[in-house]
């Protein structure tokens, strides 16, 4: 295939790797990745992919080495190309859940930090290193910043005065009795753009197929289907039990049979399908069937 009928995107290697390529194979890419290669096959002769850590993603795509990537918006405020790049679109996963990644500064339960003017010729600890400069200079504050290569939060307090990191839950925060002074921002995983390729129209179709695909299988992961049959007399109970994204599904049944039944199949979230079923046989659905979702498309 011509290179030019050809996208060039970036996968995240490492924490985000599993979830990624988990999220592909549900919107339709038969993904096969080497362990110890680079170029996960995408089983899609339009794509040639690579794996490269989050970190790098904006840079390669901002300077047009990549068509797209994904990578967490964290990572493009850092490198600073947030006006080089065109976000697509905003995808809500992390390595732990469904979730945004926060930013924060965190002191320990013991210091007496508890603003950003109290980081005066202070010590800090991140990854995120120009982003906390901005928003040091932001407040108004001199403070030191060094690069941390891991384990952030046990250099607090012993090693630094405070620390910017992110987190899903606080656990670790917690778990090294650190309490959070401010939040910086929210970062999601983005799907990002070149800007030529964006603005090449066989390119461009591409890149939002993939964006609405995989924002189908995202929205894919909290809802299950149901089908059941329901006699005509007990259709409008069963229907006010159902919460479905829209009015479900009903369908008469195919056998001469069975005119006074119905089938009836509805979207539901799987955090309520435990204690929906039961309610629904209560008011009279029989042969229920719950089935899982690769991919929902509104």
Known sequence: MA???????????????????EMFRKAGWRV????????????????????????????YVGDGVLDCGL???????EQGREDDVVFVADLIYAKQGMRPYKWVLCAHESSDIHGWADLEGKLIATELVNVTRRFLEKNGVNATVEYSWGATEAKCPSLVDAI?????????LRANQL????????STTKLIANQSAWEDPWKREKIETIALLLKGALAAEDQVGLKMNVARANIDAVLAVLPAMKRPTVSPLASADEEDWVAVEAIVSSRKVRELIPRLKAVGAEGIIEYPLNKVVP
């Open 179 to 186: 309490r959070i002074v401010d939040t910086l921002f929210e």
């Open 3 to 21: 290179e030019d009928k050809q996208v060039r995107i970036g996968l995240p290697k490492g924490s985000l790797q599993q979830a990624t390529v």
């Open 164 to 172: 910017v990191e992110g987190t899903e839950t606080g656990s670790t």
């Open 71 to 77: 990578t967490g918006y964290d990572w493009v405020l």
């Open 32 to 59: 096969s990745v080497d362990e110890r290669g680079y170029h996960p096959d995408m089983g899609d002769p339009e794509l040639w992919a690579v794996l490269l850590r989050a970190q790098e993603m904006a840079v």
